[in-house]
């Protein structure tokens, strides 16, 4: 089993839709978790880290369920700049980070 | 601040030619990775470097060897190159505090093909 783990997509959506990515994680000891962001060809960039508490910035809410070893992420209300590859990364007892392969979305007018 | 930089951009080599990926970063970080992303597979870690001075195995580092020259450059180096290692390059540093994870900042990456 692949230490964490995405569905690759691609999620195609409407403009204004709300889509949920899912992650699921293999290592119990993982101690940290966040969620990039890739445009086509360019470098990955931090969307958001992800809490026990679950945390929100602005149309985007992230969630961590450690019992069932998956986090999530939330977009509301999406645009076609929300265009891109979603990748999920999970931070160990090594603080070496594991990557997903990652969700791709895309949003239509 | 520049963030991380990386040279060259991209690169073509030939089987057997040898060449390094150059890496810098400015954040004064401890931390610093090198990976490669193929398509459907991730990013996938080949080496990092907790902190100057020290260097580890990541995920597929055969064909591959680094050195941490200083605090801010990290080089990555193919020996012979092979075909199988056409592929994405992407050098990033962070500075993992003790307990956590942090965030990872990424060069723009380089364009190897090997023919």
């Known amino acids: 089993r692949k230490e964490v783990e995405q569905d690759p997509g691609p999620f195609n959506v409407p403009e204004g839709a709300t889509v949920a990515f899912n992650c699921t994680y293999s290592?119990?000891?993982?101690?940290?978790f966040f969620w990039y962001r890739q445009d086509c060809r360019k470098e990955p960039k931090l969307l958001m880290s992800?809490?026990?508490s679950g945390n929100e910035d602005g149309r985007f809410t992230a969630q961590l369920n450690r019992a069932s070893q998956y986090i999530s992420l939330l977009i509301r209300d999406s645009k076609l700049s929300d265009s891109a590859t979603y990748l999920c990364?999970?931070?160990?007892?090594?603080?070496?980070?594991?990557f997903g392969r990652g969700t791709s979305l895309i949003v239509h007018p | 601040n520049a963030g991380v930089t990386q040279t060259p951009k991209f690169q073509v080599l030939k089987t057997g030619q040898s060449m390094t990926l150059q890496c810098a970063q400015d954040?004064?970080?401890?931390?610093m990775y090198w990976y490669r992303q193929d398509p459907g597979m991730g990013l996938r870690l080949i080496y990092y470097?907790?902190?100057?001075?020290?260097?580890d195995k990541g995920e597929v580092p055969n064909g591959y060897n680094v050195s941490r020259l200083n605090k801010r450059e990290f080089s990555l180096r193919l020996e012979s190159a092979a075909p199988s290692q056409t592929s994405v390059y992407f050098c990033?540093?962070?500075?993992?505090?003790?307990?956590?994870?942090?965030?990872?900042?990424f060069g723009p990456g380089t364009r190897l093909t090997v023919l």
């Open positions: 990364v999970v931070v160990g007892g090594s603080y070496i980070p594991t």
């Open positions: 290592n119990s000891a993982s101690q940290s």
């Open positions: 990033a540093s962070s500075d993992p505090r003790r307990g956590r994870g942090d965030e990872q900042f």
């Open positions: 470097s907790a902190s100057e001075g020290t260097t």
């Open positions: 954040m004064n970080h401890n931390s």
């Open positions: 992800v809490y026990s």
